[in-house]
């Protein structure tokens, strides 16, 4: 089993950055995709991003050209970091880990981390 801590969250303006870390533990070599997703209020869970061990990387629409995730595989930590933050971009940021054992793909998630982006 994996867990999942994500750090990084706050309160900022419009055109701020921040990083977000997720931190795994446990049994950290069934790990293969990791990656972030979001919600915001009323809304349904969104895709933001996603790396490969490989670290191969994909993005919502929304979010490319601005955000950037990357992962440290020696650490066990996936990183999101955000630039020219906008108003819609607050959400609460969850992480994710795809885990491999035998054969059967799992998927853990962290608890969240607030992001708000005042305008």
């Known amino acids: 089993q994996v867990q999942l801590v994500e750090s990084g969250g706050g309160l900022v303006q419009a055109g701020s950055s921040l990083r977000l870390s997720c931190a795994a533990s446990?049994?950290?070599?069934?790990?293969?995709?990791m990656g972030w997703h979001r919600q915001a209020p009323g809304k349904q869970r969104e895709l933001v991003a996603t790396?490969?061990?490989?670290?191969?990387?994909n993005y919502a629409d929304s979010v490319k050209g601005r955000f950037a995730i990357s992962r440290d595989n020696t650490k066990d930590i996936v990183y999101l970091q955000m630039n020219n933050l906008k108003p819609e971009d607050t959400a609460v940021y969850y992480c994710?880990?795809?885990?491999?054992?035998?054969?059967?793909?799992?998927?853990?998630w962290g608890q969240g981390t607030q992001v708000t982006v005042s305008s």
């Open positions: 446990g049994s950290t070599f069934s790990i293969d995709d």
């Open positions: 994710y880990a795809k885990t491999v054992v035998d054969w059967n793909a799992f998927e853990e």
């Open positions: 790396i490969s061990r490989a670290s191969s990387t």
